[in-house]
């Protein structure tokens, strides 16, 4: 059910627990997350929605014969398939406890339910399917929270990104605050500058990285007024919860109280006092477990498989080349173990009763060699090419750029087509956007893309490298030492992962990427050109495509990088990055580079001309990682979540200019991140 909320029908007050006409349960209950006693049996009996906010004492007794008798009305518009903290859109605020259960075999304790006709559905009426997400114990740590008040709020006078750390004063009017530590999140909050209209305008609440792990939050918002001066009201679901003297005679939302009643406290010794606020809710973050324990068992299963050199290589095309920087172009499969149920999307990754990822075949991949001239002259390095958004190995191997960066690089560079976000992938995800239920495959896929990474890189310097075609006047072309990866715009952004898992690779460059495909996407010139383009006529209203784009991190957080940055940061796991950026990019906004900086503690270089909030600064040569943003002359964006209207072709240039290729290649000979630029490196006159 979408948009307003209806009066519960009093016939299913009585029902409760009521099974459908299949004998499925009719909704799913959530639990208090922040009661100390651990969830009951996953069996006992639930309130529907007693919520996270209901003690687990409480619930066993909110059952279907302590409904209010048939005459007594309801005093808020409630639907049980709804949050009901608010009667403008079903879903919101997100995101919510209310979409939680027990579960005491996760490691948060708790599992994700949604209700599928809770979200929102598509012009044909096909709504979201909940299994799927039912394997996460927890929103993702990457979530942008959201709400919608009945008129848009004046931001005017407010601190945005440039002003972060204003949200952890005394006067903000919004709080993410972390219910272990008592501490404030950075964030700062903005209207949707896509919304439809006034009332139907969302507020993001942007976090200013990712929140940690198996985590409880609040959320509240206070002192808010719309263009005229006015205040915003608080919904009449919200009010009744915050004052304590008015109950709604609805058992299962009176059930939510006592979890409630915990935020309102933990809020004011904050400083946010309870009868001054317009907004509260509380969520709880996904575990390391439900976001890292598939594609890690994946990667185990898979390196065992691999052993040392790769199960196989054949060279399918070798091409002589006259090019000044290229020997000799080399086209082949290697072998790579498959996890899913079918060759391509929409595919599902096997799991046994335990939910543990099981190994299916092994499958050819298509891979692209590039040797470069200066092979000619002795064994080179490898490098491991991630591409960009929706491309392929082969067509992206051919681009002069790269070209000229194998023989600067001094590298054989070699790539294989991104599962999950190739050119190959394109019809499905055309699908998948104008049906977004379709949508989880492609984490599935994303995963299995990771897996065929590793397996190119491994082969390469197994099988392949010994292979005739790899061999310059009788001896290979490549090195097996210190092996690196590079991975530009969408590269970078799953390229994250697979520099986290990999057992042979510690060293690369993600260029021009970000973190957090859901925040990141709307701000992309890429949006409106692409996805917009399929979800828009699908999806009509705003406030719902706001949401869907929200929820679908749980998606990215199977694949991107986001989940990984601070094993990448993290110096027990001998990872080195360099994290290379173009300023005021137009296809990766560099508010995502940011958030993925401070996510993983990199510190930035003097030399670049853009300096993110609360990241430490380093004269260079740095050792290690670190985080530098070149300028080619690209102009500012546009406030908000918006497209920017022209690509100035900084995106492009920037990974191939030549003082970022000859910083490139002194980092990946020496782990050193020394770049040639005299002062801040602005590559313009």
């Known amino acids: 059910m979408l948009g307003r909320t209806r009066w519960l029908p009093l016939a299913l007050l009585a029902c409760g627990l009521c099974a459908c006409d299949d004998g499925s349960p009719l909704f799913a209950a959530p639990l208090e997350d922040a009661a100390p006693t651990p969830p009951g ?65 996760t490691a948060t304790g708790y599992r994700l339910t949604y209700i599928g006709e809770t979200m929102p559905a598509n012009t044909l009426g096909q709504t979201i399917d909940p299994a799927p997400y039912a394997r996460r114990d927890g929103f993702s740590p990457g979530s942008q929270l959201l709400t919608l008040f009945p008129r848009a709020a004046d931001l005017t006078d407010i601190a945005g990104p440039d002003g972060v ?16 530590t008592g501490e404030k999140v950075p964030h700062w909050i903005e209207n949707d ?31 808010l007024r719309d263009a005229d001066g006015a205040p915003l009201p608080a919904p009449d679901g919200f009010a009744i919860l915050r004052d304590g003297d008015l109950p709604s005679e609805v058992p299962a939302f009176e059930d939510r109280r006592a979890g409630f009643e915990e935020l309102f406290t933990a809020l004011d010794a904050a400083g946010f006092e309870r009868d001054t606020l317009q907004m509260a809710w509380r969520f709880h973050t996904e575990s390391e477990q439900s976001m890292r324990g598939t594609l890690l068992a994946m990667r185990d299963d898979a390196v065992e498989r691999l052993g040392p050199g790769g199960l196989g290589c054949t060279i ?18 290697v072998t790579t173990p498959w996890y899913l149920d079918g060759p391509r ?36 390095r490898l490098v491991h090419f991630g591409h960009g958004l929706f491309g392929n190995a082969a067509d992206t191997l051919d681009n002069g750029g790269l070209r000229r960066a194998a023989n600067a690089l001094g590298a054989v560079i070699v790539g294989t087509d991104w599962a999950g976000m190739s050119t190959s992938d394109l019809a499905f995800l055309a ?21 065929n990474q590793i397996a190119l890189a491994r082969t390469m310097l197994g099988v392949c490298r010994d292979d005739p075609d790899f061999a310059v006047d009788g001896r290979p072309a490549f090195h097996t030492d210190d092996p690196a990866f590079f991975g530009v715009s969408q590269g970078s952004i799953l390229g994250g992962a697979v520099m986290a898992l990999h057992p042979d690779i510690t060293r690369g460059v993600l260029a021009v990427g970000g ?17 917009e383009l399929l979800l828009g006529p699908n999806y009509p209203r705003r406030i719902d495509t706001a949401l869907l784009m929200a929820l679908s991190q749980h998606v990215w957080d199977r694949g991107e990088s986001g989940p990984w940055l601070d094993m990448l940061g993290d110096p027990a796991e001998g990872r080195q990055v360099l994290y290379l950026l173009a300023e005021n990019d137009a296809q990766v906004p560099n508010l995502s580079s940011h958030r993925a900086a401070r996510q993983a503690g990199w510190p930035v270089v003097s030399s670049s001309t853009h300096v993110p909030w609360a990241v430490e600064v380093r004269d260079p040569p740095v050792e290690g990682s670190a985080y530098i943003a070149m300028d080619v002359g690209d102009r500012l964006p546009p406030t908000g979540n918006v497209s920017p209207l022209e ?8 990974p191939v200019a030549p003082e970022a290729l000859e910083t490139i290649a002194g980092f990946v000979e020496s782990g050193v991140i020394d770049p040639p630029c005299m002062g801040p490196c602005r590559l313009v006159e």
């Open 316 to 333: 399918t095309d070798v091409e002589e080349d006259d090019d000044a920087h290229i020997l000799r172009r080399i086209s082949g499969t």
């Open 193 to 223: 500058a896509r919304a439809d209209a006034d009332d139907e305008t969302a507020l993001f609440i942007r976090p200013a990285s990712r929140l940690a792990p198996d985590r409880s939050y609040g959320v509240a918002i206070r002192g």
């Open 165 to 180: 750390e204003a949200s952890t004063g005394d006067d903000f009017p919004t709080v993410v605050l972390d219910l272990e």
């Open 431 to 451: 699908t998948a956007l104008t049906d977004v239920s379709r949508f989880w495959y492609l984490g599935e896929m994303l995963q299995q893309g990771v897996i």
């Open 515 to 531: 973190s957090d495909f859901s925040f990141m996407i709307e701000r992309s010139i890429h949006f409106d050109s692409r996805f």
């Open 647 to 654: 690509d100035d072709g900084g995106h492009g240039a920037v």
């Open 41 to 105: 049996p996953a069996d006992a009996a639930v309130d529907p929605d007693g919520g996270p906010d209901a003690t687990p004492d409480a619930m066993p007794d909110a059952m279907p014969d302590a409904f209010d008798p048939p005459d007594a009305e309801p005093r808020i518009p409630y639907d049980p398939i709804c949050e009901n903290l608010t009667d403008t859109h079903c879903a919101y605020p997100w995101p919510s406890d209310r979409w939680l259960t027990p579960d005491p075999d």
């Open 345 to 380: 999307q929409p595919a599902a990754i096997v799991t046994d009763a335990d939910g543990q990822p099981q190994f299916v075949e092994t499958r050819e991949v298509e891979f692209t060699a590039l040797v470069p001239r200066v092979a000619a002259d002795g064994p080179v």
